[in-house]
T-cell receptor
């Protein structure tokens, strides 16, 4: 079965501390993995996708097929990073996108 | 970046009436559009996937006769909540996927059924 698991509902860190939001997936084919972010009162927006291998706003995520994980990392969290983060999976050929339950990141001053 | 709009942004209706929500991709052609429902402090729940000119594919547990989806063009999809009841009150979000497999989300529509 296709599934995206984000084990942490809430993650609270201090400003300047490293942050890692966990994401594990289950998919039988070759998935495409995404991280979406939703800031307060704003729409969901793409943060990064594994195929582009970019670093956006200091965030990176590496697809680990062996561990079926796509954890989101940032070495130094900022207060403006406080938001809801969703890990998502999409298959090839027009497959629907499945979202994880989301992790709320709270960066304390 | 690409923009997806939704209209209306919020709507209040009486129980038993129908409500139509529009989703438009403003500057790109969407190969596929998706409709999600989001409950407070919860993740997005996919309701259906629609491709232009064909019938929508509904997720298990979503009543297709209650949530009518029409995808008339590559830039417009509509969701009609028929005979709405208070339990249909929710935040409905659409997204449009471009040819590069990237999804762009609308701002959402808050539906309140009295």
């Amino acid at each position: 079965a296709q599934r995206v698991t984000q084990p942490e509902k809430l993650l609270s860190v201090f400003k300047g501390a490293p942050v890692e939001l966990k994401c594990n997936y289950s998919y039988s084919g070759s998935p495409e993995l995404f991280w979406y972010v939703q800031y307060s009162r704003q729409r969901l927006q793409l943060l990064l996708r594994h195929i582009s291998r970019e670093s956006i706003k200091g965030f990176t995520a590496d697809l680990n097929k062996g561990e079926t994980s796509f954890h989101l990392k940032k070495p130094f969290a900022q207060e403006e990073d406080s938001a809801m983060y969703y890990c998502a999976l999409s298959g090839t050929g027009g497959f629907k996108t499945i979202f994880g339950a989301g992790t709320r990141l709270f960066v304390k001053a | 970046g690409a923009v997806v709009s939704q209209h209306p942004s919020w709507v209040i209706c009486k129980s038993g009436t129908s409500v139509k929500i529009e989703c438009r991709s403003l500057d790109f052609q969407a190969t596929t559009m998706f409709w999600y429902r989001q409950f407070p402090k919860q993740s997005l729940m996919l309701m259906a996937t629609s491709n232009e000119g064909s019938k929508a594919t509904y997720e298990q547990g979503v009543e297709k006769d209650k949530f009518l989806i029409n995808h008339a063009s590559l830039t417009l999809s509509t969701l009609t909540v028929t005979s709405a009841h208070p339990e249909d009150s929710s935040f409905y979000i659409c997204s449009a996927r471009d040819r590069g497999n990237e999804q762009f989300f609308g701002p959402g529509t808050r539906l309140t059924v009295l």
